[in-house]
């Protein structure tokens, strides 16, 4: 019997393919321009993910890849717009389904590089299950979850971000729900790549991008984004320069963990706290390990986030090698093929829809 892959991947071994995204030939060059269609872009004014679409369309050149192996898929809801305004292929898919779909898509087809893109509602609410499936089995993909707290496209309904208290026209005397932390939902669903972003940091958020389109396997991206006229304001403390140096604990591998004049140290109990400069002896500190096989680090850094945005941590949280769901199933195919001596023929198919116990009914 031919020992299955997933053991071969764990002894060591070479998968029985290396499945890659087809790049442009030599001398072929996209633009930012490549990448815009047609359509007229219709978010309300000063919507933030104007700016989630910007930079998104000037980084995809960079991946120098053909515009017809791009493939976006969106649930429902103003950021699931993102499919019509960009030259690729796309689909617009159902409420909080996207996940699931683009599994399917990456599966079939080792040729696409799949996005998905998604909201705080569509991904947590509806979409919570196929969410945390795809992230436990590290499909292919990138996940794009912008995140402005709120319901923008059915009218100002409080979301599973709002923060506690929020008045909406679902919540008239303030939201009493405990709100998800996208972060905690992403490393607790075993993402191996989960960052944070914001709309309003083009660097930032195209760095994350980078980052994020390099990693083998599902890559968890929360995007901070300002809705204007249903939740408006919800994170300008983090856009006033004056208030963002002390309040954004800024995630660099390798590096110490602090925001303005204070130090990030553990607590004692297996968590993190942030303490003034003066209170900390030199050597506690704690580096980042974004690489580490154990996310109590994460896990114990998207603890930090308050509601009052005392400490908001941006960047990358996670990044870890597991197999990928879609290249282990490509790589089962192979081998049953290979102990078949080839691809099923018409006569195998039947065998193997009728399976091994069939009942007859006389």
Sequence with gaps: MTTPPSALHHLGMPRIGTHGVPRLADGDKLSKKSFTSDQEVRWCPGCGDYAILAAFQSFLPELQIRRENIAIVSGIGCSSRFPYYVESYGMHSIHGRAPAIATGLATARPDLSVWVVTGDGDALSIGGNHLIHALRRNVNMTI?????????LTKGQYSPTSPAGLVTKSSPAGAVDTPFNPIAVALGAGGTFVA?????DKAHLTNVLRAAAAHRGTSFVEIYQNCPIFHDGAFDLLRDATQAEARILRLTHGAP?????????TDGRGGL???????VTEGDGVTLDIHSPDASQAFALAALDSPDMACVPMGIFRSVDRPAYDD???????FAQEDAGGPPSDQDLETLFAGKDPWFVA
Excluded: C, K, W
Excluded at 328 to 334: E, G, K
């Design 328 to 334: 282990l199933v490509r790589d089962q195919i192979s």
């Design 257 to 265: 963990l602090r925001t303005g004049d204070r130090v990030v140290v």
């Design 144 to 152: 794009l979850l912008f995140n402005n707290r709120i319901y923008g």
């Design 273 to 279: 706290q942030l303490l003034p400069q003066e209170h």
């Design 196 to 200: 944070r972003t914001m709309a309003s």
